[in-house]
C-alpha cells in the first residue's frame, strides 16, 4: 500500500531563483519522516515538488528524479492529478472549503474525482473522519459548514478530507504551526496512527514535534539567505537529536542558530 | 511571583482611577441638541438673520451643536475626548447627508409615480393614445425592458464570467494583460457609442441581410446588443475582482486532492466568489436597464406592442419615460413618473431575487 519515496538531485527554481539544490534522499513506506531546518531553507518547497504543487506557481519548475515506488513522477504521460491523488497533501493553515459542508468537504476528493454513489461517499466519509479522530466530536452535524469548526478541528477535517481519496503518501507543511498545544497533540496522536497506513512526511519547526513524531529526520539548511537549500544530513531521528554527525545540525538542535 | 499578585490589591485604587475619566451623560447631548436646535430658530427664523430658510437653520444647528459639544466635551471630558466627540458627529452628519438624496428620490417616485399605479397601465401600451389622452400604459415597455435587458444578460454573463475566468486563472503574459487593457477601455464606453456602434454594425451592416425586403431594421435584440457592449466590462471588472479575492490556498488544497484545474475553477473557485459576481451582474443589469440613449438609436420605441425583440421598433421603460416626461401635458408627466417608479421595483425585485438565490442557503441555516 504505503509507498517508498526517492529523490536523486532534486532542484527547484522559483524562475531565476533556485531554492533547493540536488536533494538526494530515499523516504521509507509506513514511517514518519520529518523535514526540520530553519526558515527559507526549503522545506516547502521540497514537499510541494513531491506531489508537483510546486509548478502550480508561475515560473517554478523541479529539475532532477522523483520516483515513487520506481515510478517517475515528472515523467512525460505522468498524470498530474492522478500524483496528487496518491501523494495527497495538507498545509500550515487549515483551508476547508468556505461554500461547503463537513461532509460535502471530506468528500470533495472523491465526488469532484467523479464519484457518484451516495453509499460509497457515506462511508467514504466516515471511514475518513474516525481515521481523523473527527468523528465523535462532528458526526451530528455533518451538514454544518466545515469553517465553523475550532482551528484544530478544522485542520483535522482537511486531514480527513486529504486521505478521503485513499492516497498512499501524505505531505504535511507545519500541520499544527497554527494551532494550540491541545489540537496539536491532537494531531500528533493523529500523525502516529496514521503510519500504520500511510508514509508520512511532515515539515515542522518544531524540534520536539520532529522528535515525538518521526522515525527518520532530515535536516534542511541554507548557508547564507539567498543560497539554495540543501539537505545536510538524513537520519534515524534518535541519531540526528542524539549524535548528529553533522556539526550544523548538532549547532541547529541544540539551539546555536535557526 | 508573590509581589506580582499583591500588586493589584495594594494599589487598585490609583489603577482604576487612571483608567477612569468623566464622560458627559445621555441626557447632557440630548441637551446640547435641543438647546443648538432652539439656537438656530431663534437666531436663523425669529431673528431672521440671513433670511433664515429651513435648509438654513438646519446647518447652522448642526453647526452650534459642533462647537458647543466641543467645549463642552473639552471642558468636562479633555481634548482628546471632545476631538473624538466632534470627529464622531461629522461622520454621522456626512451619513445622513449621503441619505438625503437617496431619500428624497424614493420619496418622490412613490409620491409621483402613484398617480397612475392602476391596472390600466399595467395592462395597455400607447396605441391610439396621444399626450392629450388619459390612460395609456407601460405593458410593451415593460416587456420591451425585461426582453432587451434579459438577451442582454444571458449573452453577457457567460462571456463576461469566461473573461473573467480567463484573465484570473489562466491569462498569463502579454495577452492576459492585453485583453486586461480593453476591458478597462471598454468600461468608459459612453452608451451613445455603444448604441452608434451597433447602429453602424448591426441595424445598417447585418439586419438588410436577415429581412426578405433587404431593407435595414430596428430591433430590441439590437438594443439587447448594445447593452451587451456596456455591460460586458463591468462584469468581467467585478468577476475579475471577485476571483482575484478567492484564497488561493483554496485553489491549492483543491488540487491537492487531485481535483482538475476546470473542476476546481467551476466547484470551488466560482461557488466561493458568488455572492459578489452576482452583485456585478446585477449592478450590470439595472444599468443597462436604465439605458436609453442606445435604445432609442436602434431600436427605436414605439406606442405599440411588439414582443417580438428580432424584429421591428420596440420600446423600453426608459424611452417610455423620456418619451412621457416630454410631453407637456398634465397626461404625459403622471405616465413617465409611474414607468419610472416600476423601472425601480423591477430592478430592485431583480437585486433581491438574484441575492437570495446566490446565498450559501445550504450552510446559511441554524
Ligand atoms: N512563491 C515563491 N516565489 C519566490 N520565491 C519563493 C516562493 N516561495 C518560497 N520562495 C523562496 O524559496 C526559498 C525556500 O522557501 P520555502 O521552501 O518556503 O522555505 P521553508 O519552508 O523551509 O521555510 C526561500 O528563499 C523563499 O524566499
Ligand atoms: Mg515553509
Known sequence: MAKRIEAVGVTAYYGAFKAIDGISMVIEPKSVTALIGPSGCGKSTFLRSINRMHEVLPGARVEGKLTIDSQDIYARDVDVTAVRRTIGMVFQRPNPFPTMSIYDNVVAGLRLGGVRRKSLLDDACEKALRAANLWNEVHTRLNRPGAGLSGGQQQRLCIARAIAVEPQVVLMDEPCSALDPISTLAIEDLISELKNQYTIIIVTHNMQQAARVSDRTAFFSIDKTGDPGRLIEYAETAKIFTNPSVKKTEDYITGRFG | MTSMTTIPTSSSAPLTNALRSRRLPVWALVAIGVAAAVLAVLLFKVAGLMDGGWVLTLVGAVLIFLIGLS??????????????????????????????????????????????????????????????????????????????????????????????????????????????????????????????????????????????????????????????????????????????????????????????????????????????????????????????APVLLVAGGTPNRNFNPFEGNQESLSVYIYDQAAAATKYGPPRAWTAALTLVALVLLLTVVAKLLSRRTKLNQK
Open chain 2, 71 to 292: 467645549v463642552i466635551s473639552s471642558v468636562v471630558e479633555g481634548r482628546r475626548a471632545a476631538r473624538n466627540r466632534v470627529a464622531t458627529s461629522l461622520i454621522y452628519s456626512a451619513f445622513v447627508l449621503a441619505l438625503v438624496p437617496l431619500v428624497s428620490v424614493v420619496i418622490t417616485l412613490l409620491n409621483k409615480g402613484r398617480t397612475r399605479l392602476d391596472g390600466t397601465f399595467f395592462n395597455n401600451s400607447m396605441r391610439n393614445i396621444t399626450a392629450f389622452d388619459s390612460g395609456g400604459g407601460a405593458y410593451h415597455a415593460i416587456v420591451g425592458t425585461l426582453e432587451q435587458a434579459g438577451i442582454a444578460t444571458l449573452i453577457t454573463v457567460p462571456l463576461g464570467v469566461a473573461g473573467a475566468i480567463y484573465i484570473v486563472e489562466y491569462g498569463r503574459g502579454r495577452l492576459a494583460n492585453t485583453i486586461r487593457f480593453f476591458v478597462d477601455v471598454m468600461t468608459g464606453i459612453p452608451s451613445i457609442v455603444a448604441g452608434l456602434f451597433i447602429l453602424a454594425f448591426w441595424v445598417l451592416i447585418v439586419s438588410p441581410h436577415l429581412s426578405s425586403t433587404h431593407q435595414p431594421f430596428n430591433s430590441g435584440f439590437a438594443a439587447a446588443l448594445a447593452l451587451f457592449v456596456l455591460m460586458l466590462p463591468t462584469v468581467t471588472r467585478s468577476t475579475e475582482e471577485m476571483l482575484r479575492l478567492v484564497p488561493a490556498s483554496l485553489r491549492e488544497g483543491s488540487f491537492a486532492l487531485g481535483i482538475a484545474k476546470w473542476k476546481t475553477i467551476m466547484r470551488i473557485v466560482i461557488p466561493t466568489a458568488l455572492p459578489g459576481i452576482v452583485t456585478g451582474i446585477m449592478l450590470a443589469v439595472a444599468r443597462a436597464a436604465g439605458e436609453t
